[in-house]
């Protein structure tokens, strides 16, 4: 039976092999094999537009600067789902207020 995050997998922990560009990684845990390559595919592609922006970067800043750009969508993501969270429950209070 499979979790019912799909990030997260019923079994151990286990060991994922990546490759970042051209670095392999042994990642540990217990996410499904096939999340976490998405993630390294992911970070990999963010890698490679600030290399595409910068070819003379240290992999050290284009990692620091690749990490910003991926943090920065998750906060917006997280203020979009708490604007739609607050207004689905606005809404919800209004269509309760209906029924009283």
Partial sequence: MRSSKPWRSDTAVGSVEISILGHRYTIKGDAHEEYIKNLAAYVEEKLREIHAGNPDITP?????????????????????????????????????????
């Fill in 60 to 100: 050290l800043k284009a990692s620091i600067l690749a990490s910003l750009n991926i943090a920065d969508e998750l906060h917006k993501l997280r203020e979009d789902h708490d604007r739609a969270a607050q207004t689905i429950e606005e809404k919800a209070n209004v269509l309760s207020s209906l029924f009283d």
